[in-house]
């Protein structure tokens, strides 16, 4: 069988340059909950509600358009009547009302997605402990938003470098964080003479000589105390 491959091969016509797109697209209105339904399922997205949006429905994800851009991206979900959430779609509420954040849904499927760590839970706590729930739990979000800039795997790894550096506050994430975008000054050689004014180089050394008369002139008879 593999001679006559070899045979047919010259005779097939090439591959197609791209594959077959399976993509399905429809329109969409962003619901008072932030989601949009796709099928029997909603995803959200971090847009306000009653906004129009195009859906992309593609075999592996679903992708949420509006203005030409995606706004949201999730694996697609084949289970009927299920919730698919990001917990970065909800931080913009969420930091005006924190308590909320502990029960939430998109909560509970990042830790079931592996992207909530104990890292996360170890400095979530520090935080609270030290500012109290409300604070602490306010400071967690906003280091969610930056993660939300810089991406969950750098987030991960700040938090983590932060609590082995024995930090329990945002200050020290935000710093691992960005460390490696902010400016380093340049280093300047320094010579003795700059550490060192001239004037100190070329001074005279001070003379000693009234202090050498003290030391001849005789000393000053203390009275005897009377007893």
């Not at 082995?164 to 490696?180: E, M």
Request: glycine share 8%; charged share 20%.
């Amino acid at each position: 069988m593999g001679q006559a491959l070899v045979v047919e091969r010259p005779q097939l016509l090439p591959l197609p340059a791209e594959d077959l797109d399976l993509t399905e697209e429809q329109e969409g209105r962003v619901d008072g909950k932030g989601c949009v339904q796709v099928r029997t399922n909603w995803y959200s997205t971090p847009l306000p509600p009653g906004t129009q949006v195009r859906v992309r429905v593609a075999p592996t994800t679903v992708s949420i358009w509006q203005a030409g851009r995606e706004r949201a991206c999730h694996p697609r979900c084949y289970r009927r009547r299920q919730q698919v959430l990001d917990l970065e779609h909800y931080l913009d509420v969420l930091i005006h009302k924190p308590g909320a954040l502990a029960g939430s849904t998109p909560l509970a499927q990042w830790r079931a997605a592996g992207r909530w760590t104990a890292a996360h839970d170890q400095l979530w706590t520090l935080l609270r402990e030290r500012h109290g729930p409300q604070e602490g739990t306010r400071q967690m979000i906003e280091l969610l938003q930056l993660g939300r800039q810089h991406g969950d795997p750098q987030l991960t790894r700040a938090i983590q470098q932060a609590l082995q550096s024995g930090a329990r506050d945002g200050a020290a994430v935000r710093y691992f964080l960005t460390a490696a975008t902010l400016p380093v000054p340049p280093a300047i050689p320094l010579s003795p003479s700059v550490l060192i004014p001239s004037d100190h180089l070329t001074r005279p050394l001070p003379a000693l000589d009234g202090y050498d008369r003290l030391l001849t002139a005789g000393a000053v008879a203390w009275p005897e105390t009377v007893s």
